[in-house]
């Protein structure tokens, strides 16, 4: 009975370690979910992290803490995109190798203390996980270079109206990233919303290329200082 006991409390978590047996005062906790494992009653995620679940989704943000989905996750979470993405990607504080789950690789995308923002607790298949809100996920796909920008053009021009502008503005001054405000600004520009009165003490006399990963090659946009090397 007892095993089931631990059974029942162990699916409540997303993630557990060996510390939830110690209220079934059980010696060897380590030996006890080795067993466990090999009778394919728990999952082992990485050294002392478990769980009995199978959707990678559930367990990712809840690894490392704190640390939320982000970039093509999350983009695909909001039905920003059609694109199904092979990998999870999780913004975490520090340094961390990818792990495989279930045949999924879990990337963690270490990012400083400044950007760490704009994610929410939301409730998915009954559990709490952490992902970054619509303006944040865009620009964490930018600020971390996961999708390139002439995908996010696209991505922003069909989800304009579910995008809140002003937060999005915000967010990018949070981020002190004069290469990513010159970018984005020249989007909204782009796009009918002109952002330059708001943004252009963040205007270096440096010209960026619009989208990094292309050539350094286009119209030289004066207003924003950039490149126009993506559309």
């Known amino acids: 009975m007892k095993k089931l006991e631990i059974i029942e409390k162990m699916r409540k978590e997303p993630v557990f370690t060996s510390k939830i047996l110690s209220s079934f005062n059980i010696s060897h906790a380590n030996i006890y979910l080795h067993r466990l494992e090999k009778q394919k009653l728990i999952k082992r995620i990485e050294k002392n992290n478990y769980t009995i679940h ?19 996750s999350a983009l695909k979470f909001h039905n920003l995109t059609e694109q199904v993405p092979f990998s999870l990607y999780v913004i975490v504080p520090y340094y961390k190798k990818q792990i495989m789950f279930e045949n999924t690789p879990i990337i963690f995308v270490s990012s400083k203390n400044r950007n760490f923002f704009g994610y929410d607790k939301v409730i998915y298949r009954g559990f709490e996980i952490f992902v970054a809100d619509k303006e944040k996920t865009i620009i964490d796909c930018a600020l971390f270079k996961k999708a390139s920008f002439s995908e996010l053009i696209e991505i922003v021009k069909n989800n304009l109206k579910e995008i809140e502008i002003k937060k999005f503005i915000h967010y990018l001054k949070r981020t002190e990233n004069k290469s990513l405000i010159k970018r984005f600004g020249w989007l909204f520009d782009y796009l009918g919303k002109d952002m330059h009165s708001i943004l252009k003490r963040y205007i270096d006399k440096v010209y960026i290329t619009l989208d990094y990963a292309g050539k350094k090659k286009g119209k030289k946009n004066k207003k924003w200082m950039v490149i126009e090397n993506a559309q």
């Not at 199978?54 to 093509?72: E, G, Q």
Request: charged share 10%.
């Open 54 to 72: 199978s959707d990678p989704f559930i367990i990712a943000s809840r690894i490392v803490w704190p640390s939320y989905l982000s970039c093509w």
